[in-house]
């Protein structure tokens, strides 16, 4: 995991050196003052040497200026390194995703990556920052003002190193207890994610179903543990800072007591007490910071874990070594097939599928909800890979292509489709982005979307919203299809994707592929018996095998549950659908 993320920081190396480097300087500076600062009550002051006061003084200010340029520069540097690792992570992250396959996709949830390219980032960003700056520093500041006031007079410093390794202790313990508490708020922040995420991307669900109460709860309860996580975490801290201060003022108590008396024995200079106790403030505030320093390095531990793990998450999908770059024609064939989502799992969705479809056949797939009709045509676009066995586009097992080459030649219209943000032509032009707007237009007449879209005011420029939230279910499906249209695959699969259409507008369509596109095979994943009827041949799934594959006419006759699903489409149910019948 550091490997991963140490990657990602290379670019950034010159400024986290510098960093440090200029931290020390400020702590340098900061403790040449003291020393300063004693010179002018001793020998100035109590000498009565106005010459010596300006000149020392002088040299203070020249001093302060060096810490607060070296100051500056730290903070300078220190930003820059973080927030450009910040940077590195996420596009290290965003780029891996975009190479995710569905199912690596399946791994992470949404709401769970999320959560990884904001929060986590942003732990890992502020925890870098301090680190950089502090690191050095504190235990830098600690050391050096520890060795100056042993050099002053060690029976005081000594007070300070007790008081040192007092806090010490307890800070060990303190934070070993919230450590573990800060751990468990990342966890419950990726479920606070995903409440929000999916109330708010299925919003109008949630109000047609009138869902908020349960909503407004789901997030209460979210928020709630999140809270309850910190005070528990908060709740052992708490303690630090008054036994901090407590033992703060109980060292310069003592020192101002133990010193008093020292100065009235002549043992020890007014000057040299008073930068005895900037340097016991100086030890402990230090303290302080790697304290702090701890709990951030743990927090942003856990973190850090949660974003390599999505950097080194490997696509389980990729070209082969010698990938071909064309598909011959768009005949398909399954050997064997076997699929589970689930390497592990025992029972496949898919069970030893044989199909041969030519290319330009024109192939209507029925079963019910679950019958694994979408698993079966994600294997040809390679969406999924196959389990056991083979499936060959054009001849060749798609494990072959080059995965650019097979999905442009093999068109999917997936049955959770979603237009994205940006007018109707931009959407077209996800499916080849040098159509023209006649060749769009083309494409949108056979999909049928053409005669609603020149009745848009802007028409084709029309602003579709985020998941294409303006237009309605019908539209949406055949922007898709048109979309679909314009990659002029050599395959295409429609799966599902006329269910919001009407009848005869769904008939249109298949009129228009018949004529327009012969020599394209065409998948048409369908409810209704109508729309598969009259298709060269049909594919009857049933709990993930095939039970029928034949012509319209020969499937009335041979296979029951087309009989079936048939006669109660045409018959008293009219328009039954496919689970209605297959459960009669
Ligand atoms: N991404 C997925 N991860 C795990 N299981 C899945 C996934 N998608 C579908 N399934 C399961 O595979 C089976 C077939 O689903 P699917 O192919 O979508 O059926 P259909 O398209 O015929 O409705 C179902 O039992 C479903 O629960
Ligand atoms: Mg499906």
């Known amino acids: 995991m550091v490997k991963t993320l140490l ?7 010159l400024p986290s050196i510098l960093t440090p480097l200029c931290m020390i300087g400020e702590v340098i500076a900061e403790m040449i ?5 004693a010179k002018i009550v001793d020998d100035g002051i109590n000498g009565q040497d106005m010459g010596l006061i300006f000149q020392t003084g002088g040299m203070m200010i020249v001093i302060a200026l060096f810490g607060l340029i070296a100051g500056l520069g730290g903070a300078y540097f220190g930003s820059k390194a973080s927030a450009g690792f910040a940077r590195n992570l996420r596009k290290a992250m965003f780029d891996n995703i975009q190479t995710f396959s569905f199912s690596n996709i399946d791994k992470f949830s949404t709401s769970g990556l999320v959560t990884r390219l904001t929060t986590d980032v942003t732990n890992i960003q502020n925890a870098y920052m301090m680190l ?3 690191a050095m520093r504190a235990p830098s500041s600690m050391i050096v003002a520890m060795v100056m006031s042993f050099i002053i007079s060690p029976r005081l410093a000594s007070i300070y190193l007790i008081a040192v390794i007092f806090l010490g202790i307890i800070i060990i313990f303190v934070m070993q207890k919230a450590t573990k508490y800060f751990k468990e708020v990342f966890e419950k922040y990726d479920k606070l994610n995903e409440s929000v995420q999916e109330n708010v991307s299925a919003i109008r669900v949630v109000k047609a179903y009138v869902r908020e ?8 309860k979210a928020a709630l543990n999140i809270y309850n996580m910190f005070v528990k975490a908060e709740m052992n801290v708490v303690y630090m800072s008054p036994i901090m201060t407590g033992t703060v003022y109980a060292c310069i108590l003592l020192i101002s007591w133990i010193g008093a008396h020292m100065i009235v024995g002549g043992s020890l200079t007014t000057g040299a007490l008073m930068s005895l106790l900037t340097y016991c403030m100086n030890i402990l505030m230090s303290l302080m910071m790697l304290a702090m320093i701890f709990v951030m390095i743990t927090m942003a531990s856990a973190s850090g874990k949660r974003i390599a793990e999505v950097i080194e998450e490997k696509t389980d ?3 082969g070594s010698n990938p071909i770059k064309e598909v011959k024609d768009g005949s398909i064939s399954f050997e064997h097939v076997n699929f589970a989502y689930n390497k592990t799992s025992e029972e496949p969705v898919l069970k030893d599928i044989n199909i041969t479809i030519n290319s330009g056949e024109t192939i209507g797939i029925i079963g019910g909800t679950g019958s694994a009709k979408s698993s079966l045509v994600n294997l040809i676009s390679r969406l999924y890979d196959v389990t056991a066995g083979s499936v060959k586009v054009g001849g060749v097992d798609v494990k072959e292509y080059d995965l650019e080459t097979l999905r442009d030649q093999v068109s999917v219209v997936l049955q959770k489709n979603v237009l994205f943000s940006g007018t109707i032509l931009d959407n077209l032009r996800w499916g080849d982005k040098n159509a023209t707007e006649e060749e769009c237009k083309r494409a949108c007449e056979m999909a049928c979307a053409d005669e609603f879209i020149s009745r848009m005011p802007l028409g084709y420029n029309t602003q579709i919203e985020q998941g294409g939230a303006n237009v309605s279910g019908g539209q949406r499906q055949r922007l898709c299809i048109a979309r679909a249209l314009l990659k002029k695959p050599k395959i295409l699969i429609l799966d599902d994707s006329t269910s919001a259409v009407d009848t005869a507008t769904d008939a249109k369509i298949r009129k228009a592929f018949a004529e327009e596109i012969p020599g394209t095979t065409k ?4 409810q209704r018996i109508s729309s598969v009827q009259n298709c060269d041949r049909i594919i009857v799934m ?4 095939i039970d029928g594959f034949g012509t319209h006419d020969e499937l009335i006759k041979s296979n ?4 079936e699903v048939y006669e109660s489409q045409t018959g008293a149910a009219g328009d039954a659908d496919f689970d209605q019948a297959s459960n009669a």
């Open 132 to 134: 950089l700056r502090m």
């Open 523 to 526: 998948l048409i994943i369908a």
């Open 542 to 545: 049933d709990d993930g095998k």
């Open 317 to 319: 999908i990729t070209n």
């Open 560 to 563: 029951d549950i087309y009989r």
């Open 7 to 13: 990657k990602e920081l290379k670019e950034f190396k």
């Open 213 to 220: 109460d349960y909503e407004n709860d789901k997030f209460k």
């Open 33 to 37: 003052i003291p020393i300063l600062m």
